[in-house]
């Protein structure tokens, strides 16, 4: 009798035995014995199913600063708990569209550097590939720390409100279950906290954790910050970026300036002094404030702040260009006034917000917002590559030595 045959009658037979015994056999066992004994489906025969399981989420919270944050706790989750995660793509709110865009998540960036630090594969590739047999209609809980208001009492009501629907709908995707996991949380430095997930939600029962949201805390924290070492941008916008520099910035140095001051940012910099550690303000007071306090001038810093400081760098480091990204008002007549002899660059109208990252993280030095995490994304990756970063209306202090 042939070795495939042994295995074929093996398999059989535990298939057999337990059924008759009234065990209800998993997907993701049916899935492992069924690959092993080469009795899988043809589409499915050279995939690796992660028999530790997978995560999924809605990356549902604010545009790409925000996502950017929470994607890296993400990760951090994932492999605290030893199973896949699925790359979501990155949720756009475009102007020639009415509802939300999902762009996928290789787009931007290359999926190989995060296989050295953890498992992933991109939400295209799961929902095609593998979602069909391990995750499949009828059978796709939802995981929520607790209910969400919306038509089902006591449940997730994942789908209800945008981005939610739109992000599900994108991939065809119906819940069949809410699961409510609170207390638990997503506090990745605690071993205990880790092994509560894993025992609760074993991956023999739960295949698939998919959660409403990202399972992850916001802003980022200092420690999952410095996974941003693996977001190595994709080969099409390294190319812009590389192009775009070469194109319209030939004389260098040249500084790179982040302008966050439109009418949404001018209202929540409102809140900024109740709220000290609001959005990405960490990167620049500490964790607890131990670098300096939080400003209203850090937040929207005066044309003034913003063209005195300018100059300063300008002349500090021998920049001849200077390259604007900003959401609202690129102050180019005021710089104009200040370094007339410097040239200024920006994108063409409408600029593509993911160059601008691209080509910021390429200057010779990098002026940003001490609360957008648009900047945040920025100075990781220039921390990464050890290069120069400052803030408006910020001045680093040195921390106070307690005796």
Not at 10 to 39: D, E, H, P, Y
Not at 125 to 152: D, Q, S, T
Not at 248 to 267: M, Q, S, T, V, Y
Not at 305 to 330: M, S
């Amino acid at each position: 009798m042939g070795r495939g045959m042994c295995l074929y009658l093996c398999v059989f037979q535990i298939l057999t035995i337990k059924m008759a015994q009234g065990i209800k056999l998993s997907k993701l066992f049916l899935a492992v014995l069924l690959l092993s004994s080469g009795m899988w489906h043809s589409t499915a025969e050279d995939l690796n199913i992660d028999p530790n399981g997978y995560i999924v989420y809605c990356p549902c919270m604010g545009r790409f600063g925000n996502q950017a944050d929470q994607f890296l706790g993400s990760l951090a989750f994932a492999k605290a708990v030893n199973r896949t995660l699925v790359l979501p793509p990155w949720v756009e709110y475009r102007k020639t569209s009415h509802k939300a865009v999902m762009e996928p998540f290789d787009t931007y960036f290359q999926v190989k550097p995060f296989l050295q630090y953890h498992r992933v594969i991109t939400m295209e590739l799961f929902m095609e590939n593998l979602a069909p047999y391990i995750w499949p209609p009828g059978k796709r809980k939802v995981f929520c720390y607790a209910a969400r208001h919306g038509a089902k009492q006591d449940e997730c009501n994942a789908k209800d409100g945008s981005p939610f629907g739109p992000f599900w709908d994108w991939f065809n995707v119906n819940f069949d279950e809410s699961v409510i996991f609170g207390p638990l949380f997503y506090d990745t430095e605690s071993p205990m906290a880790m092994s509560q997930w894993q025992e609760k939600y074993p991956s023999e029962e739960y295949p698939v954790l998919a959660f409403v949201g990202p399972p992850a805390g916001f802003p980022v924290s200092a420690y999952h910050a410095k996974l941003h070492k693996y977001m190595k941008w994709s080969e099409q916008y390294s190319n812009m970026a590389d192009i775009f520099i070469k194109d319209k910035i030939p004389d260098r140095p040249f500084i790179g300036i982040h302008l966050r001051n439109g009418p949404d940012f001018e209202r929540a910099c409102e809140h900024v002094t109740s709220t000290p550690t609001m959005f990405a303000a960490k990167q620049c007071i500490g964790e607890r404030g131990e670098y300096g306090p939080t400003t209203h001038e850090m937040c929207l810093p005066s044309t003034n702040t913003v063209t005195q400081q300018l100059k300063k760098e300008v002349e500090k480091h021998g920049a001849k260009t200077v390259f604007i990204a900003t959401d609202y008002n690129d102050l180019m007549s005021e710089f104009a006034q200040v370094i007339p002899t410097v040239k200024l660059v920006k994108q063409p109208f409408p600029a593509n917000p993911l160059l601008d990252l691209a080509v910021l993280g390429r200057s010779d030095h990098f002026i940003g917002n001490c609360i957008s995490t648009f900047t945040a994304f920025v100075k990781r990756e220039r921390d990464t590559n050890r290069a120069s970063t400052s803030f408006w209306a910020f001045q680093k202090r040195r921390k106070r030595i307690e005796l």
